[in-house]
């Protein structure tokens, strides 16, 4: 069963623009998800720096150009909060990079079967 030379042109067109856009996303997604994990290093290690130091001790957030005195149990729940979103992202980007993956896949197979058929 062969296809006109057209029709032949205008689906590898698509599943090439198809397979180019995965691609591209996927290393967009990629750049994300290693971001998103230097960020939840840094707040551990907050974390652990903020839960070592004295009850006593003075701890200041930077707003904006200034910085506030802010109570480490507020600094702590805020750590652990950021933490939370990042984790929720993280499965995100996961879910997001598998199916990523797959169409990349799919469209990289399909573009082969076309050109074999077209043989």
Do not use: H, W
């Amino acid at each position: 069963m062969s296809m006109p030379n057209e029709a032949l042109q205008k689906v590898l067109q698509e599943i090439s623009q198809k397979k180019a856009f995965a691609e591209q996303q996927l290393i967009i997604v990629r750049q994300q998800k290693t971001a998103r994990t230097r960020e939840s290093r840094m707040l551990q290690l907050t974390s652990s720096e903020v839960s070592s130091l004295p009850s006593e001790t003075k701890v200041y957030e930077g707003v904006g150009k200034m910085f506030v005195c802010t109570p480490i149990p507020d600094v702590q729940k805020r750590l652990k909060d950021e933490g939370e979103a990042l984790t929720k992202e993280m499965s995100n980007l996961d879910k997001k990079e598998d199916y990523l993956e797959k169409t990349y896949t799919n469209s990289k197979n399909s573009l082969e079967q076309v050109l074999k058929g077209a043989s």
